[in-house]
């Protein structure tokens, strides 16, 4: 089992960035894929961006790209999501999460961080 925690998270002016982390307890985080998502108030939870074990396929969501970058440190166990160009749209809490089975799209997630509230002023 993995236990996440993430980090980062704050009141930015629009137009600005903030970089989020998550960092992962065990020793196998190395194996797992992993995703950002975000839930603002009154929605649901929509996945931001999604990375593969080995860096090998990244996912985003059609309307961040450009703006949002994941990354993860295998050896740091931590995944980072790097939020340039923030909106008032974009405030929401943020939370990471193990993919357990399917796609880094569509496939289904589970041992989820607590999250991290960004919140975007216009």
């Known amino acids: 089992q993995v236990q996440l925690v993430e980090s980062g998270g704050g009141l930015v002016q629009a137009g600005g960035s903030l970089r989020l982390t998550c960092a992962a307890s065990?020793?196998?985080?190395?194996?797992?894929?992993m995703g950002w998502f975000r839930q603002a108030p009154g929605k649901e939870r929509e996945l931001v961006a999604a990375?593969?074990?080995?860096?090998?396929?990244?996912y985003y969501a059609d309307s961040l790209k450009g703006r949002f970058t994941i990354s993860r440190d295998n050896a740091k166990n931590t995944v980072n999501l790097q939020l340039n160009s923030l909106k008032p749209e974009d405030t929401a809490v943020y939370y990471c999460?193990?993919?357990?089975?399917?796609?880094?799209?569509?496939?289904?997630?589970?041992?989820w961080g607590p999250g991290t509230q960004v919140t975007v002023s216009s």
């Open positions: 990375i593969s074990r080995s860096v090998g396929t990244i």
């Open positions: 065990g020793r196998t985080f190395s194996s797992y894929a």
């Open positions: 999460a193990v993919l357990v089975g399917g796609s880094l799209s569509g496939g289904r997630y589970d041992y």
